[in-house]
């Protein structure tokens, strides 16, 4: 069978807005695995699941109906507003949004947010899924379409398609699928030197297997651009943090790929489209609670140096996102701390030179920083990391 079309989607939007319900009816998987999440109900870390697109006569389903067309790597991105942070790393690695609007709701404060986020990170493909259509009046709907259009006009989003769906009844998923069928697949570069984003990292390993039959460390994430194959030497940056006389150093870690997967599927090499896991030959112990999520991984002497020091050209919004009054965004000011999203990182700087719309800030946490990436830039208001911008790497 010839090699399907591949992306990679985020599903975003306000908590309780069905996210994870849509999921689990388009892929029959439920993402959010982690006990705490079940516990709460809310997703806390970056979920994923698989699916192949099938056509049957015009019509889309993942019941391997017909022939396949496309195969789709979804990323669950939490909610919450706590959790802004998690969903701005994984914004970094998908290449279309589904962003989810309960019609019964409406617009949130963190709808607002998580549309600002993907934009941020320069996402053009965009559908809007008008949920819970099954437990509201028609005029009802009507009115939710209509504050969904305003919301959107003069964005990215202005002329993207809007869905109603019941993700619980299961109504329209098959008109969903069609319109994934129809987003463009990004221009891929298999040429350029491989750069991959860490997103999770995992031991593997049951309690109680013995030590011949261990698996190496798992790394799962995007590949954005080149080839990676098994036997690959790489390295992994900025690596593990180490404590070296009353100091937090990063060691540069390198390794081996042992073996490559896509979902279930084992293969001998992979090209930039959906999200796949590495197994490596490093102690599992370095992996485990992804410990190494945000890290950037590319064939041996070929990343950027670490660092404390980035330079940032920013773009602020008007006002202030995901809070429910309306509050302006006021000029950075040098010595402020922002976040900033880096790859699929988080780092919190102090402003040290600010001229224009260019910022040089001075991190806690080192990054990779590659040049001309998308930065998402938040702001601590009353005890709350809120994103008040973007920018993109100089230096």
């Known amino acids: 069978m010839p090699e399907l079309p591949e992306i990679n989607i985020g599903v975003v939007g306000h908590i309780d807005h069905g996210k994870t319900t849509l999921l689990s009816r388009l892929t029959g998987k439920f993402t959010d695995t982690h006990s705490e999440e079940l516990k709460r109900g809310i997703t806390i870390k970056l979920g994923y699941a698989d699916i192949t697109i099938f056509e049957d006569k015009g019509n889309f389903n993942i019941e391997k109906k017909g022939k396949p067309v496309r195969y789709v790597s979804f990323i669950d991105a939490p909610g919450h507003e706590m959790l802004m942070a998690t969903m701005l790393s994984g914004a970094a690695i998908i290449d279309a949004a589904i962003l989810v609007i309960a019609a019964n709701e409406g617009i949130k404060p963190q709808t607002k947010e998580h549309f ?3 934009q941020a990170k320069n996402i053009k493909n965009i559908i809007i899924v ?5 437990i509201i009046s028609k005029e009802q709907a009507l009115k939710s379409y209509k504050e969904i259009k305003a919301f959107v006009k003069d964005s ?7 869905i109603p769906i019941s993700a619980q009844q299961g109504i329209n998923i098959d008109k969903l ?22 997103a999770r990292s995992f031991d593997i390993n049951k309690p109680g297997k013995s030590i011949d039959k261990l698996n190496g460390g798992v790394l799962g994430g995007i590949l954005k651009h080149g080839v990676f194959k098994v036997g690959d030497e790489i390295e992994i940056k900025p690596g ?5 006389a009353h100091e937090q150093i990063y060691q540069t870690l390198t390794t081996k790929i042992i073996s490559l997967h896509k979902g279930a599927k084992s293969v001998k090499q992979v090209e930039p489209g959906v999200s796949i896991s590495i197994e490596t030959n490093l102690d599992p112990v370095l992996t485990k609670t992804d410990s190494l999520t945000g890290c ?6 070929n990343l950027p ?31 402020e701390m922002l976040m900033l999203s880096v790859n699929t990182t988080i780092t919190v700087g102090s402003i040290e030179k600010i001229k224009d719309d260019e910022i040089e800030l001075d991190l806690n946490i080192p990054v990779v920083p590659i040049k001309g990436n998308n930065v998402g830039i938040a702001r601590n208001i009353n005890g709350h990391w809120r994103l008040i911008g973007f920018g993109k790497i100089i230096q």
């Open 116 to 118: 600002m986020a993907i």
């Open 130 to 134: 008008q949920n819970k259509i099954d």
């Open 156 to 162: 990215l989003a202005e002329n993207s398609p809007i």
């Open 177 to 198: 699928l069609e319109e994934i069928n129809k987003i463009q697949i990004p221009k891929r570069d298999l040429k350029k030197t491989p750069c991959f984003l860490v």
């Open 240 to 244: 593990i943090s180490i404590k070296k």
């Open 296 to 301: 950037l991984i590319s064939t041996k002497n």
């Open 305 to 335: 140096n670490i660092t404390h020091k980035v330079k940032i050209k920013s773009e602020l919004f008007k006002e202030v996102l995901g809070t429910e009054e309306h509050k302006k965004v006021e000029p950075l000011k040098t010595k």
